[in-house]
């Protein structure tokens, strides 16, 4: 597989959640089944993934961003300690791209760890920059948890 080209504006423990999230898609690659890998690090420095996992009624699949964030919390991480998240996918001639969330997990990340920053690819691009979660959703309505 062709990895992604990191931006020059992701610092070396971003550059480290792209290869992990990268590392995992091309283990556990199965088309159709598990397309998208997600890593996200903690303010403590740890790293957490997850695995999309898609489901035959397509309501029951459950998305790699959503995975990790479970993986985190279950090693007792607090969301909000949530700093960096990035996803991949693997398209076509086998390469890799980092691709955006999907709404859904925006609503996750942002309600979990609104100061989490989201590396995404621009669309229509390969320009690929961060993104504070809040901006995913503008004018999002906050829930106080």
């Known amino acids: 597989m062709t990895p992604v080209t990191a931006a020059p504006s992701m610092a070396e423990a971003d550059v480290e959640l792209l290869r992990r999230a990268e590392e995992l898609l091309g283990r556990v690659f199965l088309a159709g089944r598990h397309e998208v890998a997600t890593a996200l690090r903690t303010t403590d420095g740890s790293v957490h993934l997850g695995v999309h996992v898609e489901g035959s009624c397509r309501r029951s699949s459950i998305c790699a961003e959503g995975v990790a964030l479970g993986a985190a919390r279950a090693a007792g991480v607090a969301l909000g300690e949530v700093a960096g998240v990035v996803s991949v996918q693997i398209k ?54």
């Not at 925006?106 to 621009?122: C, G, H, K, M």
């Not at 961060?130 to 959703?137: I, T």
Request: with cysteine; aromatic share 8%.
């Open 92 to 145: 076509p001639a086998d390469r890799f791209r980092i691709i955006a969330p999907c709404g859904v997990c925006r609503e996750l990340i942002s309600d979990y760890s609104p100061a989490a920053t989201v590396w995404l690819t621009v669309p229509d691009t390969d320009e690929v920059i961060a993104v504070p979660a809040l901006d995913l959703l503008p004018s999002k309505s906050r829930r106080l948890w």
